[in-house]
């Protein structure tokens, strides 16, 4: 499939290409971005392909987007992207909602037993025998006018998506995962809404485990405290704090600015700037009212059922033909034992192909 993109940077021009697609079954999009020196994404070029057109839309030049929504939002309208999480995330916060319904062909491809991050440049390559060129992956999407080499960068990003959904969803069918690729999807969408909570921030920091409950909960507090300053000064949080010092803060819990200086990753220009303010984060830090769901204090006997369900789950996973983490982590079979129930495993797909009989094993 070949197109030639209309170059869209006047909101009449917008105006217009909405009404083109307005009536379309299915909708390619990709989303180009800046974010080095920012929280929140700055969106540089929209780009969508349908049976009958190709825009690469110029955001910065346009005064709003949402002409778009319609069509992002039409339940009738299929919407095709690769690995969509940073694409949804910057696509919620210009528009306030999300392109449903979805296909992430990253997803499907996973379920197909490609690796579970597979580019789309790899995928194309194996799945449609084109090579693309690479060379304007770190390219600032934000300088104006952009190059031809850009430009042809970012139609592709679109250009073959269609083609990809047909020949996934055809080999989806035979083995019958296509529900499992539009779940997935869906859930992806889910998680990237209630990615900017600061109050889940915490589940970013994957060292949790490692530390003591008090530590835990100060590192929870920490979490929150950075991910509300790094949204309110549109910064990107490791600016804000290092998760080095987060997680030496959570450990040694200081109570005076000297101490603070003790910690890895703190210089003494960011102690004199937000010390102050951690030392305040470290003496009102929150204590639970009920075991906290950051706790991880499994007994001998529980972390040899881990290890069981663990090798289980492998060998299910290599049954389907497909990663074991795409089914779930060894957090989620810990939270298994430990007695949860509201789990993903325990629920759609996974449920049927692995949970119930994870779940047999650890009550037998």
């Known amino acids: 499939m070949q197109k030639k993109f209309d170059y869209i940077d006047s909101d009449e021009q917008l105006i217009a290409f909405s009404r083109e697609i307005a009536s379309a079954r299915w909708l390619a999009v990709d989303t180009e971005f800046m974010r080095e020196r920012t929280y929140y994404a700055q969106l540089a070029l929209v780009q969508i392909a349908s049976d009958s057109a190709c825009a690469l839309i110029d955001v910065p030049a346009l005064s709003r987007l949402e002409p778009l929504l319609d069509a992002f939002t039409r339940k009738d309208c299929l ?7 940073q694409d949804l995330e910057v696509l919620e916060q210009v528009l306030g909602a999300m392109p449903e319904p979805l296909f992430d062909t990253q997803i499907a491809a996973s379920f197909l037993g490609e690796a579970e991050q597979i580019a789309y440049a790899s995928l194309v390559r194996q799945r449609l025998g084109i090579q693309l060129e690479k060379d304007q992956t770190r390219t600032n999407w934000l300088q104006r006018p952009l190059s031809e080499a850009q430009l042809g960068y970012a139609e592709a990003d679109v250009l073959y998506l269609h083609d990809l959904y047909q020949q996934l969803l055809q080999e989806l069918e035979k083995i019958g995962r296509t529900d499992w690729v539009f779940d997935e999807s869906r859930a992806l969408a889910e998680k990237t809404q209630l990615a900017g ?15 003591k409950p008090p530590q835990q909960h100060l590192a929870r507090d920490l979490a929150v405290w950075r991910e509300r300053r790094a949204q309110q000064r549109d910064l990107p949080r490791e600016w804000v704090l290092k998760k080095q010092a987060l997680m030496g803060i959570a450990q040694q819990q200081p109570r005076s600015l000297n101490q603070l200086r003790n910690i890895e990753g703190l210089t003494d220009r960011s102690i004199q700037g937000i010390g102050r303010l951690l030392i305040k984060v470290v003496e009102h830090a929150r204590q639970p009212l009920s075991p906290s769901v950051l706790e991880r204090e499994l007994s001998a006997e529980q972390r040899g059922r881990v290890k069981t369900l663990m090798a289980r789950l492998r060998e299910i996973a290599e049954g389907v033909g497909i990663a074991p983490s795409l089914i779930a982590n060894r957090s989620t079979i810990e939270s298994l034992v430990l007695g949860e ?11 049927e192909v692995a949970g119930r009989e994870l779940l047999r094993m650890l009550e037998a």
């Open 197 to 211: 909570d600061p109050e889940l921030a915490w589940k970013r920091l994957q060292s949790l485990a490692r530390l």
């Open 79 to 85: 919407k095709i992207m690769h690995s969509a999480s």
């Open 341 to 351: 129930r509201d789990l993903s495993l325990l629920q759609g797909w996974r449920e």
